[in-house]
């Protein structure tokens, strides 16, 4: 049985991550770290949690969870991972941080884009960043993962196959993204708030967003670019729309020669093949957000449009699922040998 | 293994049957009933089935499924469970009927408030009501199980510790119920179309909703009373909310004597003591549909208004979970001896 | 032209009065008090203001104020209210508050509930309970108007027909209402957070919400009791919704005597004959939130429930519409002398 | 006063032209036609029409119509606003059509996309396409308008100062647009049937939805291009977000030239200078929908992404509104020499 540590488990991410784990047949939970919420029972905070779970929150002290913990998830704000990867690699365990500390191999990207100076540099470029489909084999081999961002998974997933493939024309990608709220966090704000959210769609963080440069080292990865090689550039914009869950990405691309939507609904099949969680739907269906709920699922449709020459590509997540909890029981799975679906075959909530 | 038979699967209800016992550890799906159906491929129709699973929706022959099923399952209109219900007595299999079939043991309240002649009046006699926290020793012994209608689920187990206590006045249960529209099912009707449902509060079935008879039945239930007694006649006014799961139903009652919260409150807790899905709700909370989703749970808050002298009680389930078919899989497990609670150890799925 | 002032212009409420007055004919807006918001143009503070509004945010003055203004409009916290009162007593102006400083007769009433000494109990007792439809003569001679809180409006005006003709058993009131999320204001808190209020019913206040007391003194009103004699106590329990805007309220009502459908349809077609703003529904429709978004409408159905002898009355309105801003200009309108309907002959929007 | 008939006043835009109607000074309504709902009065059939309002559904004749009204609005299916213009051009009046039967100023493009013969060609040529703010001259001199699409509004509008002003590659122009599902009109389908549409993102029409030759051809006028010519074939998607009302189309387009922000925003405010409809939004705002609710605006922002070379456009409008029954009216007041606003100076419903 791995013994399992969470950091942050009173937020959304933590949350799903508990409820995946209460299935899961080879993990348990062992620590549940929460400074604010340190004596209180589980059961008595989240509404969620079943009353089995007589799991209470712990003061989350780093080298006590990492003696205690086979694994532990940091799903923490920025800079609050590191103290844990530190731990973890101390006692020579392990750490899949669904934060945003160990995703960049270039710490002067992450230190740019989040403004703060990573106090554990050298931690960070020993970092896998952890999208499984694509970067199986380094993950394998690593002690920290840095699990990948919610819509830089459901970008990466659609464009690696055009990317690994040099189908489409590498600075001329721009990406419109759609999400639910919880992907802003559990903390109330103005653009969450019901009334202000409801019936309502809103661009943010336009040509900004950090999740750009996350994207943009997702394709260097899968170019096999150097880290010092200069990113080509592309273009993100997210939007918030009136949902709790689900990241719906829509990239219209140009191809760097001819196409058909056979070649195209090919070249995605024979990619995804054998991957248990990418759907590559056919001509008659299209990725929605609704069915994915609570999966570890990517649902991607590609499309040929003769006319304008350009190819479309909708890919589909939970993101707090395969954009978050999901993927990192994923990252466990591929670190300790098990089937990587194991504890993940979750059908979706539907309706 | 249990082998199991689902009749009307296409629909919420059915959908959400088989989402619980792909997770089942002792039950597993060997037959899949659709008319329209069949022929194709369960995932290739309902898109939040994994891609691993390989069932194929098949012509649903009732005596077919009963020998190669050890329970059959029907989520099917009025009228349509009594062939399987039938074929199962015939080949010594049991049957759990989620539709409305099997509801009532006064036939003739079945054939009033449904309009339709039972078919099998003889087999409705030898039903039992599914509501195991009420009649589990009663659905130990059956081999066709009337699974409770949702509204009743989250009204008689609301009322069932001052009903049995005789702490408030009968003829003085008004009822008012709001549901998601799920509940409506998947055929889609102006009222379930959601530029007239979002944003939207909707009564209806005003003093005739079908499930008027069921919780009428259910009291008398409780109390012991006869078949042929006249039930004490409640109110109940049913709404549709702006969301697609969930039940509320508030209850203002009149106390029979005198009461206080701690009272009601230890009332509450000793008569659900042990059990594993209904939870009665401490001082510091109140029923919530959305933690529900996707649980077997039943959360229950009763308080007691001094000023007003009345006893307020609020109920809250998902309706295709305990309201359906969470409850029809405990059923299951009773009838099968397995612990009640497994495959139903689900969290819910928030936010 | 009826100059008017608004303070706390920046709310919810205070932006709908904006919304209904700049197309009223007979008013116009010339004082728009926010003291955070001083300075601003209020059109680049709320998103819904045309750009043709060249109004601007000032430092809110009562004495200023009340120069400069015929009337008052005050939708402010608990006790703001009371130096805009004096102000405009003092200048011989006219305050409608929005807010709930004017709303008790008995100011000891206001105290308990709000847990804060009244600055003016004597301006309070000269204020009248602003609901028109069944206090209207007193309102055209006041000069302080305590409008109605939403959930009181929809109550009493259900009630008001069955109460005046002593049709039903006063110690037998329970009142469920369920609220979109805008009643609750534009701060943001958990409950109102989209993730946690989407897809969830929610009760609150069990047992002690404010308007309680607010709706025992209308049906005192309503019956000609005096301020000192003792209110009948009432059950009132709300709800949130997942919506925005809108109210029901759904009461299971006990009569006093014999009934039948066709004696309470004309019973409430009769004391509302002529009144512009309350619609009687007939047989074949119930009330619903949606279509009145943006009215003034309050929309009531009665129905006899023969079977278990119950009144079922359901009564909806806009919150933010007949609940607060709508009503309040209904009250400018007779406190000026100008039709009740003048700029309140407003569709709703749907969908 | 100007006599106006609507044909096909039950659906969602002919309800939300009659709610405009009713608050225009210098228009009446004297003829609502509709087949299945003749002899009925409207206020019974649209709960949010108000009480006072009583119209009645007439027959639909056309040569009635064209003899009672001075302007005819069709909301009608593909081909069923010939007639209507038939007989309003035989009567000298005019008529703008909501519907698709005269957008097109080249037969062949609506043949082809649409599916079936125009009954009236030579009408269809001398049919103006209704956007006021960049094709005002043409309108003001036609009889027949075909009143644009609700997409195309939003798009065109948003990328008429690049086009114009040739800052853009006209043949990499990529159009991401989210809409409320009222746009889908007021049939039930699956789509719209909110157990499924609730809590979801769907795109739809991939490569093939009808507004894109629409966009095509009003680049085209845009650029003063000939009806024969060969139009540059743009990339649209379009999708279905959770609500009611709203649409907001996203564009990544590559620049022309070199580019700053602040020529982007003098270009954007520029050209829409005095226009009261279009909002060119700073630095501190982007464009939302629910604000714009009821209202004829169209919010734009653009952004210069200087890392990626492209610029963002975001486009806002109410489907409804400007996206259909509101720019219909802006179109009649043009057509009868009125200011463009009367009637339309609405504020949003906001929240």
């Known amino acids: 049985m791995i013994k399992v540590g969470i950091v942050g488990a009173s937020g959304y991410t933590g949350g799903e991550l508990m409820r995946i784990l209460f299935g899961h047949p080879s993990a348990s939970i062992v620590y549940v770290g929460s400074r604010s919420l340190a004596g209180q029972r589980v ?3 989240l509404p969620a949690v079943p009353p089995w779970c007589d799991l209470e929150f712990e003061e989350p002290d780093p080298d006590r969870m990492a003696e205690r913990c086979d694994v532990i998830f940091t799903a923490t704000p920025r800079g609050a991972a590191v103290p844990y990867a530190e731990a973890a690699v101390r006692a020579g365990k392990v750490l899949i941080d669904i934060g945003t500390d160990f995703r960049f191999r270039d710490v002067a990207v992450y230190e740019a884009w ?3 100076r990573h106090a554990a540099p050298e931690l960070s470029r020993r970092a896998v960043y ?3 489909e694509l970067f199986r084999e380094r993950i394998r081999e690593s002690r920290i993962v840095g699990n990948p961002g919610c819509y830089p998974t459901s970008v990466l997933l659609g464009l690696a196959p055009l990317v690994k493939n040099e189908r489409i024309h590498l600075d001329k990608i721009s990406i419109i993204s ?7 966090g559990a903390t109330p704000k103005p653009t969450s708030h019901l009334p202000e959210a409801a019936e309502n769609l809103q661009p943010y963080g336009v040509a900004g967003h950090r999740h750009t440069p996350e994207i943009e080292q997702g394709l260097q990865l899968l170019r096999g670019e150097p880290p010092e090689s200069e990113p080509v550039p592309i273009s993100f914009t997210p939007h918030l729309a009136p949902m709790s869950r689900g990241i719906l990405s829509t990239m219209a691309l140009y191809p760097a020669g001819e196409e058909t939507q056979e070649q195209l609904q090919a070249l995605y099949e024979d990619f995804y093949r054998g991957e248990p969680f990418v759907r590559i739907l056919g001509a008659d269906r299209l990725p929605q957000t609704k069915p994915l709920r609570g999966t570890n699922f990517c649902d991607i449709a590609v499309r040929w449009d003769a006319r304008a020459r350009r190819i479309i590509v909708m890919s589909a997540i ?3 699922g ?5 993927q990192a029981v994923q990252n466990m799975n591929i670190l300790f040998n098990l089937p990587e679906t194991t504890g993940l075959e979750l059908a979706g909530l539907y309706p």
Chains 1, 2, 3, 4 share one sequence.
């Open 43 to 45: 059961r008595d905070v």
């Open 114 to 116: 989040y403004g703060l």
């Open 130 to 132: 952890g999208l499984p």
């Open 178 to 184: 759609y999400s639910g709220i919880s992907g802003a």
């Open 318 to 320: 939970d993101n707090l």
């Open 322 to 326: 395969k954009g978050a909890a999901g």
